[in-house]
């Protein structure tokens, strides 16, 4: 069997192990240190906004869960929540107790629909129920119409929780992802485009709601010499061990982002002359670290006979995310649809995209899919 092509694998730098040997050498195994610290401030740092303050987190998902809750979402709240999206954008909503309401996508970046987002809320609205939040996502590295989808937000005054788990690295006129939401996270879970093997992080828009994340990601204890609670609190802070790869990776950060965005260029390159492929562009204005490069095919069968070719030869790909308004556990959910997301479903794939592919793993997936196309 030939050699095994990820979609998405991980790729340390180098530095990495050097910051955890540091914290093993003055025992700052546990908790907190300066890893920690260090992490959040490269990261802070990396994102170019002073008003920003970054908390690390064991993952996105919690990031997400306290990012809803200090924006007051609650039990029997309503959040709207873009539907294409990986299910862990929507999850923490029900943790809350809030039932997460779905809108579908637009064509041109993919992710949520400014339209379609205006009609739920008046919708919700004339329905005696003002959403308590949106989240937005910006799918496969690719920056949402942030201006379109802002604006409506601030219109109806509901605040915006930003999931840039995929985007580190992106910026939309020249602004990092990360920092437009009320609330904003990534992630480095080990797909991402920097992992530490599983984190993420909250950024929040003022020290005051750092500090207040930390103290709850921190089991909430109040200023007491005794164990003393005064609300309900969470184990989700980053260890110093963790946070010592996330340092080892911020150093590369931007060079992964240009072997993600050649890998997108070399598919495009090599692929674009069948009129049965498209591709997802950058509008202008848009950055993307292209997490993953994506292609939308002329029909199911020919996703499934791609996808399995690539498979028969070890490559693995994916569809795209199945939109969670079409998922079982959100059956009940209500959603606002107009078709694009579920025909992206169908016909979408995700190719092997890691920072880390060699060209040789490059012109295999080529030379497979051509096979087919021909
Ligand atoms: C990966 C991902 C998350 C979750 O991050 P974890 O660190 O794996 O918990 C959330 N939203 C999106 C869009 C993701 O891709």
Known sequence: MCK?????????????????????????????????????????????????????????TAALHLGLKLLGVTQGDEVLCQSMTFAASANP??????????????????????????????DRLAKGK?????????????????????????????PILEDSAEALGSSYKGFKCGTFGDMSILSFNGNKIITTSGGGALIAPSKELKDKAVFLATQAKDNEPHYQHSEIGFNYRMSNIVAGIGRGQMQVLDAHVNNRRNNYT??????????EIKFLEEP?????NRW????????????????????????ESRPLWKPMHSQPVFKNAIAYVNGVSDALFERGLCLPSGSNLEQDDLDRVVSIIKKVLK
Request: hydrophobic share 40%.
């Open 4 to 60: 095994k092509v990820w979609l998405s694998s991980p790729h340390m730098g180098g530095a990495e192990q050097s910051f955890i040997k540091e914290a093993f050498e003055t025992n700052w195994v546990a908790p907190l240190g300066p890893n920690v610290n260090g992490f959040e401030s490269d990261i802070q740092e990396y994102l170019q906004d002073d008003n920003k303050y970054v908390a690390t987190l064991i993952s996105g």
């Open 93 to 122: 909503i029900t943790y809350l107790g809030a039932s997460p309401i779905f809108i579908d996508s637009e064509r041109r970046t993919w992710n949520i629909c400014a339209e379609q987002l205006e009609i739920a809320i008046k």
């Open 130 to 158: 003002k959403p308590k939040a949106i989240v937005t996502v910006h799918l496969y590295g690719m920056p949402y119409e942030i201006d379109e989808v802002h604006k409506i937000a601030r219109q109806y005054g509901i």
């Open 266 to 275: 070399f598919y495009k390159q090599h692929l674009s002359e069948f009129s």
């Open 284 to 288: 202008v204005g848009s950055f993307s």
């Open 292 to 315: 993953l490069t994506c292609i939308e095919t002329s029909s199911f069968d020919l996703r499934e006979k791609i996808r399995l070719a690539l498979a028969d030869n070890n490559i």
